[in-house]
């Protein structure tokens, strides 16, 4: 209970695109690069085709050429980017995929259907950000810190789809799996606060609309949404399967045995909108095989790559959506040992993560980066 | 993904006080009840403090007389209610517990501490909102539907305290009792989304207020809270315990473990704030020692008082904080089988409850209406 308004810089919607939040703003690029790889972006005018330029920006990201791709509807729209300026292309115009090496794919599981075999024809390695390959046997499913050697077949030059896994999926792993080394995951019972950019950029801008709406006192305006989103929660819009899971639940219970080659992991999930912007938020509960001590578990995360502890007990900050948002690293605190199993067999962590970034375009760039060692 | 802005209300705040909100709306009392008992509210001008009156009038509860307390802050303030007008009295004045049988206490723990014991001594029964006197195990800790036999041996007359659960654990424990009746509850795990109005009405009133500031790309106001609620969440502003724990999440593993007088429960919670106004929602998922099949579930749940079921997979609606505002009924659905358990020994469901209602003020209501049977 502070008075610190002064201290607080208020934070709403993602930083406009392309205004020069890299990380090392002096070093804007003045030339492509002759040895790196020509990169198509496929849904380039979106929530996260828009980070992923930030990301190649901010990461240094070689490539020789760019080309952005969308739908008719985009398609003549100029984006500048590092110095020069681009034309969004569409991406039913035949051959756009020829001489790519890369193409990273964000335009939905149906546009991925519809048109990453034809990149893997002409040469491409796809890095899908869509649910629609992941399962696929033949498909790598990759969080880059968790199971790199999935993708240890897979080579610039030869076609090929390599998987994003899922937003919730990828924030939670990267703060479960160095504890699952050490004890072993039995059992994972995960509840999820999902932030608007999860359902794109139009949600984000529903989101303040309505907020503005609701506000004023005008009935809110519904139309990526089917009811009030500002200062409400419900269960995440995904189809509802027959087992009662929705569509996103059951990607967290699937892509987890997965990205672990485990196929016993239990895996149990509620997915919950909020209205927050663009980091999501999951409440995670784990059964270990051998005991595991929250000190021990401390030093793990404390070791893991991509990760940053906010547990501070004392002052009562722990990871929020709004302080991972446009970071990299997944955030993780509450690490406590589960009073309700005994001999140090579980833990409660809480973990937050830009979705748009770690959550899908960081991960996808951090792929293609491992193409080109 | 419907467009249908024009069936939606807005809903923001709690409705004004005493505008008239009762159930049935015709039947303006206009006259006490020679027959009823003196009622005093403590913290009458308080979020829980305004929601006791609105539901008095609303089960047109019987009083003889009605006395208002607050803090000299608010001493000689108006309040209007059931066409008299009373005049708030500063609840540390001398007396101010003369004649009264039944005193609703909720102004915080402290004031409970210092008042309830003199409101005791003077022949009432109070009813506390606080978390005084939970766990004192002379004090029953009573949800009505669930455990009323525990204040079997409270009487008018002879002053006691009851008190009332915390708002979570009512939420929870209405939709999870009946069903631990059938299957037994062995283990327990908890995730909270805690509206604003759980921290009383200055809280909602710096959510909107935060909201318009970000919006306008301002600095938010943070009095209440430490930190920026509007567009995040954050780890409930409880104090965190030795082991890990904050309190709010203790009273939902100890409260538990009294109401259903078994010490062996397993319980085990993560209390978040989201930026709703005044329901919480909860994500539970259940152990339990018999098999429980999800259709058997649905029927009991159906067959429990006090609530109501939102569970239509085909539309995707379940129950929202928004749906419940206002409202005595916990919502609950989401009702499913839990993959990662095996032979039906596990559920997941998803409740939302009005907290100021039944988590607060209604509860506390119908532990008044069952002295007077
Ligand atoms: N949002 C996330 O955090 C997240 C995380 C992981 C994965 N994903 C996945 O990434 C994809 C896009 O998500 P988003 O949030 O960026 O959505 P978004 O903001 O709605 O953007 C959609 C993008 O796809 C393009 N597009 C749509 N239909 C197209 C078509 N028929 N042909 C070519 N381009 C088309 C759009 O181009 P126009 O400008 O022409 O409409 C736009 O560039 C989805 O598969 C989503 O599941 C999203
Ligand atoms: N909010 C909930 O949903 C909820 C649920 C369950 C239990 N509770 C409990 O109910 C209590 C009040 O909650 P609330 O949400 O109504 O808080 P609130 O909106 O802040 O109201 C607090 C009330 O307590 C009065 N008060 C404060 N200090 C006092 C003092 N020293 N002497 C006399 N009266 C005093 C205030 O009177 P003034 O106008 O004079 O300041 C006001 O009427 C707390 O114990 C809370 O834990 C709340």
């Keep these: 209970m502070q008075a610190a308004a002064a201290v607080h810089r208020p934070h709403l919607l993602a930083p406009s695109p392309l205004r020069g939040r890299t990380r090392r ?51 003549g729209k100029r984006i500048a980017f590092e110095d020069r300026e681009y034309t969004v292309e569409d991406l039913a115009a035949p051959g756009v995929f020829e001489g790519i090496d890369i193409a990273l794919f964000s335009a939905g599981g149906g546009v991925s259907r ?60 990267m703060a479960v799996t160095p504890l699952h080394r050490q004890a072993k995951v039995l059992r994972m019972v995960v509840s999820t606060y999902q932030a608007a950019s999860g359902a794109g950029a139009a949600a984000m801008e529903e989101l303040k609309l309505q907020t503005q709406e609701v506000l004023a006192g005008k009935a809110p305006t519904c139309n990526i949404f089917s009811q009030q989103y500002a200062f409400n929660i419900f269960s995440h819009n995904a189809p509802i399967l027959e087992n009662g899971y929705n569509e996103e639940e059951m990607k967290l219970v699937k892509e987890t045995r ?41 030093e793990i995360l404390r070791a893991a790559p991509g990760l940053t502890i906010s547990d501070d007990r004392a002052s009562n900050r722990f990871p929020t959506p709004l302080e991972v948002s446009d970071k990299d690293e997944v955030s993780v605190g509450r690490i406590r040992q589960d009073l309700s199993q005994e001999d140090n067999r579980g833990l409660d962590i809480f973990v937050c993560g830009d979705q748009i970034r770690k959550g899908a375009a960081l991960n996808a760039v951090q792929i293609a980066e491992m193409l080109l060692k």
């Design 25 to 75: 703003p002096s070093t804007v690029r003045m030339a492509l690069r002759e040895d790196g790889p020509s990169v198509a972006i496929v849904g380039a005018t979106g929530a996260v085709g828009q980070e992923f330029l930030r990301v190649i920006a901010a990461r240094d990201f070689p490539y020789r050429s760019l080309r952005l791709l969308a739908s008719e509807r985009s398609a």
């Design 258 to 298: 997965k990205i672990w080659n485990d196929k016993d992991v239990r895996v149990t999930a509620t997915c919950i909108r909020v209205p927050t912007m663009r980091a999501h938020g999951e409440s995670v509960n784990l059964q270990f095989e051998k005991p595991l001590d929250e000190d021990t578990a401390r």
């Design 114 to 173: 519809t048109h990453a075999r034809t990149a893997v024809a002409s040469g491409a390695v796809v890095v899908d950000n869509s649910s629609a390959f992941r399962m696929d046997p033949e498909v790598p499913l990759v969080i880059p810190e968790v199971n790199p050697e999935a993708m240890a077949n897979v080579r610039l030059g030869k076609g090929a789809i390599v998987a994003n896994p899922n937003c919730s999926t990828i924030i939670c792993l």
